[in-house]
């Protein structure tokens, strides 16, 4: 194993951990996670083209507990800071159509790129730059993609067959027989899930906050729904609220028969035909070009760094199988809504920041999640797109500090956007600024409260007035 590690005035350790073995971990091995006043924070999230992000938990994965090889990847960012100052200007203001508009907020931008590590797992590291000064900070891949996909090829052909051998270096998964660490491997929602715990378990060793975008977002609240025990909270940055077209096999086991192959290895000879038609589309650099510019709402917002991994990724051996094996994984055991009703059962906080003008997953999917579990702090950033971490990382960054803080005061300190609102109001619009670049920036927070919480919130402004009130007399 290699191990760089990078440090910062701010940040006082950074580490990436590159692993080409495939170390052992028990399925039925169950690690005591025990409580710390110091806070974690873990990142599992996939990205929106072909996936890219960092570290794949080292584990024997899958149901005959084959090996999984591969080139891993662990990023870390831990330091402290003492001042995120939250100023705010004016008093009580204008009223809009979709709620009050109070003071305006303004926030920190994020730390100097010269005060950076260099080495960030890319998509979230204005995460892992600015939370990491606060708090310890973790970012991953998922198996099968990033740079967690394999470093061999799972399918590499009948022995003795004579092989292309310049086809065989440029497309992996596309032979006729499987290795052994590669049976009945699938990259699954539930794959994903396991993995989740194992790093939590193995690495960091105590119960932590989970953030994830995306397809992330589904993967996070699954982990938490089947692991409450090591989760102290989750936020879903548009999370998809579903994933898988096939049966799951333990569900509908009669169902799961009806189809011969649910993305395991090797691919059926069809599959592979039409892999290499649709790859060969979504791969291109101006297709990936067309996908970022969709999902980010701020064309402004540089995204070269993002278009060089997606397309690095894209570009390696084993994406196309990989890629195929992904949108062809049956469901998880446990829905989306299913997921959500073992968190709230089990009084796991959720928080849920969206980005409005996501193309694909649109707010009206927080909103039903904030119906469900009405207690849930429900925030809607525009202009923000499918990934306001990366878009807008120093109003989301804002938003996480300040729902931990709260959570970790157990109350005693206010939602954020709402320490300063007087009067109760169902949905709040918040004007925040920030400085990026050395020029202002500014955009809009909606706050929407359930009406359980409007009604404490009522009933905490008549107990404050009616406090005045004897006071005066």
């Not at 039409?274 to 969709?294: G, N």
């Not at 709230?344 to 119906?371: F, I, T």
């Amino acid at each position: 194993m290699e191990i760089l590690s990078y440090n910062s005035a701010r940040c006082s350790s950074v580490v990436k951990l590159r692993s080409n073995s495939a170390d052992r971990i028990s399925n039925t091995k169950r690690s005591k996670i025990s409580g710390s006043k110091r806070c974690k924070l873990l990142f599992p999230l996939r990205d929106f083209g072909n996936g890219s992000f960092r570290y794949s938990a080292a584990g024997r994965i899958g149901s005959n507990n084959s090996k999984i090889p591969r080139s891993s990847h662990l990023l870390v960012s831990n330091g402290s800071y003492d001042g995120y100052v939250v100023g705010s200007e004016e008093d009580l203001s204008s009223v809009s159509e979709d709620g009050k508009s109070i003071p305006k907020v303004l926030i920190p931008g994020l730390p100097d790129e010269s005060n950076g590590f260099g080495v960030g797992s890319f998509h979230y590291e204005k995460q892992l730059k600015d939370l990491g000064r606060d708090y310890r900070v973790w970012a991953l891949d998922f198996l099968g993609q990033g740079m967690s996909l394999p470093c061999e090829d799972p399918t590499p052909g009948l022995k003795g067959q004579k092989e292309d051998a310049e086809r065989k270096d440029s497309v992996w998964g596309f032979g006729e027989e499987t290795e052994p660490w590669a049976n009945e491997l699938v990259y699954s929602v539930d794959l994903w899930r396991d993995q989740v715990r194992y790093f939590v378990e193995e690495v960091i060793g105590e119960p932590v906050y989970v953030v994830g975008n995306s397809l992330g977002g589904y993967v996070s609240l699954y982990f938490a729904a089947c692991n409450p025990q090591l989760v102290k909270g989750v936020t879903l940055l548009n999370a998809t609220p579903f994933w898988g077209f096939l049966p799951n096999r333990s569900r509908s086991p009669r169902l799961a028969k009806v189809f011969p192959w649910a993305g395991t290895f090797p691919l059926p000879p069809r599959v592979r035909k039409l892999t290499e038609l649709v790859w060969q589309k979504i791969s291109d650099p101006k297709s990936i070009a067309e996908v970022l510019k969709q999902v980010y709402a701020d064309h402004s917002t540089n995204v070269d760094k993002v278009f060089a991994r997606i397309l690095q990724t894209a570009q390696h051996p084993a994406a196309a199988a990989s890629f195929a094996s992904i949108m062809c994984a049956p469901q998880a055991q446990l829905s989306f809504n299913e997921a959500l009703s073992q968190c709230q059962a089990q009084n796991v906080p959720v928080c849920l920041v969206y980005g409005k003008e996501d193309p694909w997953v649109k707010p009206v999917w927080g909103r039903q999640v904030k119906r469900q579990i009405p207690n849930a702090p429900y925030y809607e950033i525009s202009p923000a797109g499918h990934c306001p971490h990366d878009e807008v990382p120093e109003v989301v960054n804002y938003l996480l500090r300040g729902w931990i803080k709260s959570l970790e005061a157990e109350g005693s300190i206010s939602l954020p956007l709402l320490d300063d609102v007087e009067a109760p109001q169902n949905s709040i619009i918040r004007d925040l600024e920030f400085v990026r670049e050395g020029a202002k920036k500014s955009l809009k927070v909606r706050v929407v409260e359930s009406k359980s919480e409007l009604w404490n919130r009522i009933s905490s402004f008549i107990e404050s007035r009616l406090g005045k009130v004897k006071l005066k007399s």
